[in-house]
């Protein structure tokens, strides 16, 4: 299994950049994905998440209203959105694959079971 996150990069306060996280050796449709993030000297914390269906998504506050996070599950895919970016945002950005027996996304990171191996997302001032 595998988790390949891409898009991160270096970016103005205020700009916008898209992450993909694309899914190999699973089918994500049988799972909840989420996005994480750890900024420098900080633990890793909740971003986003999204219900297998897509039809049910979850974001910590910092990031609502900001960030949109969705799936193609037939491309077997994962993006996270993010606009409006400020400095506080910079993290190493992780995507993450949860399978729930109820298909309920959650926060927790213990809950996930596959991870993948994060993109960096600077956002300066």
């Known amino acids: 299994v595998q988790l390949q996150a891409s898009g991160g990069g270096l970016v103005q306060a205020g700009d916008s950049l898209r992450l993909s996280c694309a899914a190999s050796?699973?089918?994500?449709?049988?799972?909840?994905m989420g996005w994480f993030r750890q900024a420098p000297g900080k633990e890793r914390e909740f971003v986003a998440v999204i219900s297998g269906n897509g039809v049910i998504a979850d974001y910590t506050d910092s990031v609502k209203g900001r960030f949109t996070i969705s799936r193609d599950n037939g491309k077997n895919t994962v993006a996270l959105q993010m606009n409006s970016l400020k400095p506080e945002d910079t993290a190493v950005y992780y995507c993450a694959a949860d399978w729930s027996f109820s298909g309920r996304p959650r926060r927790s990171d213990s809950s996930y079971d596959y991870w993948g191996q994060g993109t960096l997302v600077t956002v300066s001032s």
């Open positions: 050796g699973l089918t994500i449709s049988n799972y909840v």
